[in-house]
Protein backbone atom coordinates (compact mmCIF):
# COMPACT_ATOMS: atom_id res chain seq x y z
CA UNK A 1 0.00 0.00 0.00
CA UNK A 2 1.23 3.66 -0.72
CA UNK A 3 -0.62 6.67 0.14
CA UNK A 4 -0.36 9.47 -2.13
CA UNK A 5 -0.91 13.67 -1.70
CA UNK A 6 -0.60 16.00 -4.25
CA UNK A 7 0.03 19.92 -3.06
CA UNK A 8 0.86 22.97 -5.61
CA UNK A 9 -2.29 23.55 -7.37
CA UNK A 10 -4.05 26.79 -7.69
CA UNK A 11 -4.67 29.51 -9.98
CA UNK A 12 -2.53 30.89 -12.61
CA UNK A 13 -2.58 33.31 -15.36
CA UNK A 14 -1.99 31.99 -19.12
CA UNK A 15 1.38 31.48 -19.96
CA UNK A 16 2.41 31.25 -16.19
CA UNK A 17 4.17 28.09 -14.53
CA UNK A 18 3.08 26.01 -11.43
CA UNK A 19 5.12 22.63 -9.80
CA UNK A 20 3.15 20.22 -8.48
CA UNK A 21 4.37 18.09 -6.29
CA UNK A 22 2.92 14.69 -4.71
CA UNK A 23 4.11 13.03 -1.35
CA UNK A 24 4.08 9.42 -1.01
CA UNK A 25 3.79 7.45 2.04
CA UNK A 26 3.61 3.46 2.71
CA UNK A 27 5.49 0.99 0.79
CA UNK A 28 8.77 1.96 -0.61
CA UNK A 29 8.34 4.63 -2.88
CA UNK A 30 10.98 3.43 -5.53
CA UNK A 31 9.43 0.00 -6.09
CA UNK A 32 6.81 2.28 -7.98
CA UNK A 33 6.54 3.84 -11.36
CA UNK A 34 4.70 7.10 -10.93
CA UNK A 35 2.37 8.96 -12.89
CA UNK A 36 0.50 12.41 -13.79
CA UNK A 37 -2.85 12.14 -14.65
CA UNK A 38 -5.38 15.07 -15.03
CA UNK A 39 -9.38 15.35 -15.30
CA UNK A 40 -11.36 18.31 -16.54
CA UNK A 41 -15.52 19.02 -15.66
CA UNK A 42 -16.98 16.48 -18.58
CA UNK A 43 -14.40 14.60 -19.32
CA UNK A 44 -11.79 11.35 -19.12
CA UNK A 45 -8.93 11.63 -17.03
CA UNK A 46 -6.31 11.49 -19.12
CA UNK A 47 -2.65 11.01 -18.87
CA UNK A 48 -0.33 14.03 -18.55
CA UNK A 49 3.54 12.29 -17.63
CA UNK A 50 4.80 9.30 -16.03
CA UNK A 51 8.32 8.33 -14.78
CA UNK A 52 9.58 4.81 -14.39
CA UNK A 53 10.53 3.71 -10.93
CA UNK A 54 14.44 4.69 -11.30
CA UNK A 55 13.65 7.90 -13.14
CA UNK A 56 15.39 6.43 -16.03
CA UNK A 57 12.60 6.64 -18.50
CA UNK A 58 9.94 9.61 -18.33
CA UNK A 59 6.67 9.75 -20.79
CA UNK A 60 4.78 12.67 -22.03
CA UNK A 61 1.52 13.10 -23.48
CA UNK A 62 1.48 15.10 -26.93
CA UNK A 63 -0.53 17.60 -25.03
CA UNK A 64 1.98 18.75 -22.90
CA UNK A 65 5.40 17.84 -24.42
CA UNK A 66 7.89 20.41 -24.13
CA UNK A 67 5.72 22.48 -21.40
CA UNK A 68 6.10 19.80 -18.78
CA UNK A 69 8.24 18.25 -17.08
CA UNK A 70 7.87 15.33 -14.20
CA UNK A 71 11.15 14.34 -11.69
CA UNK A 72 11.38 12.15 -8.64
CA UNK A 73 13.56 11.68 -5.60
CA UNK A 74 13.21 8.49 -4.12
CA UNK A 75 14.99 9.75 -1.59
CA UNK A 76 12.28 12.59 -0.34
CA UNK A 77 9.49 9.89 -1.53
CA UNK A 78 8.21 13.07 -3.78
CA UNK A 79 7.36 13.41 -7.63
CA UNK A 80 6.93 16.43 -9.31
CA UNK A 81 5.48 17.97 -12.38
CA UNK A 82 6.74 21.45 -13.33
CA UNK A 83 4.37 22.86 -15.34
CA UNK A 84 5.14 25.99 -17.96
CA UNK A 85 3.52 27.89 -20.69
CA UNK A 86 0.29 27.28 -19.13
CA UNK A 87 -3.15 27.42 -21.41
CA UNK A 88 -6.91 27.81 -20.42
CA UNK A 89 -6.94 23.91 -21.87
CA UNK A 90 -4.88 22.84 -18.82
CA UNK A 91 -7.42 23.81 -16.59
CA UNK A 92 -8.62 20.27 -14.54
CA UNK A 93 -8.04 18.05 -11.32
CA UNK A 94 -4.66 16.35 -11.27
CA UNK A 95 -3.88 13.32 -9.92
CA UNK A 96 -0.76 11.45 -8.81
CA UNK A 97 -0.75 7.49 -9.43
CA UNK A 98 1.67 4.83 -8.52
CA UNK A 99 2.06 1.36 -10.61
CA UNK A 100 2.88 -1.10 -8.60
CA UNK A 101 3.36 -3.74 -11.74
CA UNK A 102 2.93 -3.66 -15.14
CA UNK A 103 -0.22 -5.03 -16.57
CA UNK A 104 0.25 -4.44 -20.15
CA UNK A 105 -1.87 -1.00 -21.11
CA UNK A 106 1.29 0.79 -20.57
CA UNK A 107 2.39 3.88 -18.64
CA UNK A 108 0.02 6.39 -20.36
CA UNK A 109 -3.33 3.74 -19.19
CA UNK A 110 -5.45 4.76 -15.88
CA UNK A 111 -5.85 1.26 -15.19
CA UNK A 112 -2.65 0.72 -14.89
CA UNK A 113 -2.07 2.40 -11.59
CA UNK A 114 -2.34 0.98 -8.56
CA UNK A 115 -2.88 3.83 -6.13
CA UNK A 116 -4.35 7.23 -6.42
CA UNK A 117 -4.19 10.74 -4.77
CA UNK A 118 -7.00 13.03 -4.16
CA UNK A 119 -6.23 15.61 -6.97
CA UNK A 120 -4.88 19.20 -6.63
CA UNK A 121 -6.78 21.68 -8.52
CA UNK A 122 -5.27 23.60 -11.61
CA UNK A 123 -7.00 26.47 -13.07
CA UNK A 124 -5.56 28.77 -15.43
CA UNK A 125 -7.54 31.88 -16.74
CA UNK A 126 -6.99 33.64 -20.04
Known amino acids: QVQLVESGGGLVQAGGSLRLSCAAS????????MGWFRQAPGKEREFVAAISRSGGARYYAESVKGRVAISRDNAKNTVNLQMNSLKADDTAVYYC???????????????????WGQGTQVTVSS
Open 26 to 33: GRTFSTFD
Open 97 to 115: AARSSYVGNGFASKYEYDY
